[in-house]
């Protein structure tokens, strides 16, 4: 199955899609959710002390899929590594994404409605994962020296690029 479309996950749930069993307690819990895309958060030299601070920061809250995550890090990432090298920087993805993405496919043959009669929200099954983040939040933070920062200003824009809504990018 292909990936679908960004713009039906990028919206912020009221309440995370969780399930509540009437019959036992032991099934409200979601099984099967898939691991995460993104699995590095920290990037570059951990250790070392920079003089300046990027922050990448969302306009409105949204929902970001690991997928986006993984992309932006990659994209920081390579940018940076190029142009300042891997010991001049310590690059950050922030948010973790726990929220469990599902669909329920529809029936797409004739009569359909009667098929799913009594299906008005169904489950369905886990498909991906997202992070919730709220407006201003950081997602992405990058340690350099001043020398470096105009690099670390262009990888913190193709990040954002990455991410499904408007962001800015700032200098602490």
Do not use: W
């Amino acid at each position: 199955m292909a990936l679908r479309p960004g713009r039906i996950y990028r919206d912020v749930p009221g309440q995370p899609y969780t399930r509540m069993s009437q019959k036992k307690d032991k099934d409200n819990y979601i099984t099967g959710a898939p691991a995460p895309k993104i699995s590095i958060f920290d990037m570059g030299a951990k250790e070392k002390e920079f003089e300046e601070k990027i922050v990448l920061k969302v306009d409105k809250e949204c929902c970001i899929r690991s997928n986006a995550l993984e992309s932006a890090r990659i994209a920081a990432n390579s940018h940076l590594r190029k142009k300042v090298g891997r010991e001049n920087y310590h690059m950050r993805i922030k948010p973790y994404p726990h929220h469990v993405l599902r669909h329920h496919p529809l029936a797409g043959i004739a009569q359909a409605d009667r098929y799913y009669e009594g299906m008005r929200k169904p489950f369905g099954r886990s498909i991906g994962r997202a992070a919730i983040v709220n407006k201003n939040q950081e997602i992405l933070e990058i340690r350099t020296n001043t020398k470096n920062i105009q690099a670390a200003k262009k990888a913190a824009n193709r990040a954002g690029m990455k991410i499904p809504v408007s962001f800015r990018v700032h200098v602490k």
